[in-house]
Nanobody, 124 residues
């Protein structure tokens, strides 16, 4: 079992930045690829970014490429999502997830464990 707790969400103006954190506990953090997903009201869950267990490989949704950066610190059992140049359409609940079996998946069903999420609101 892996427990995931997100933090760092909040209200920010268009063009601003936030850094989300996801702290993991339980099984060894380095065993998992990690991903960030988001879900806006009335919309389906959407892939944002993913990172391999070592941190050496990453993959982003086109909508955030060049603005968001995913990273991880295995010594701290934490994955981060640095979000810059935020837009109102980035408003959503952001969740981190852990994947024990695949690498750089964009599919929510491939992820084994999920956090509760943190709200990000970007005002125009």
């Amino acid at each position: 079992q892996v427990q995931l707790v997100e933090s760092g969400g909040g209200l920010v103006q268009t063009g601003g930045s936030l850094r989300l954190s996801c702290a993991a506990s339980g099984r060894p953090f380095k065993d998992y690829a990690m991903g960030w997903f988001r879900q806006a009201p009335g919309k389906e869950r959407e892939f944002v970014a993913t990172i391999s267990w070592s941190g050496g490989s990453t993959y982003y949704a086109d909508s955030v490429k060049g603005r968001f950066t995913i990273s991880r610190d295995n010594a701290k059992n934490t994955v981060y999502l640095q979000m810059n140049s935020l837009k109102p359409e980035d408003t959503a609940v952001y969740c981190c997830a852990a994947d024990a079996h695949t690498i750089l998946s964009t599919t929510p069903d491939d992820y084994d464990y999920w956090g509760q999420g943190t709200q990000v609101t970007v005002s125009s």
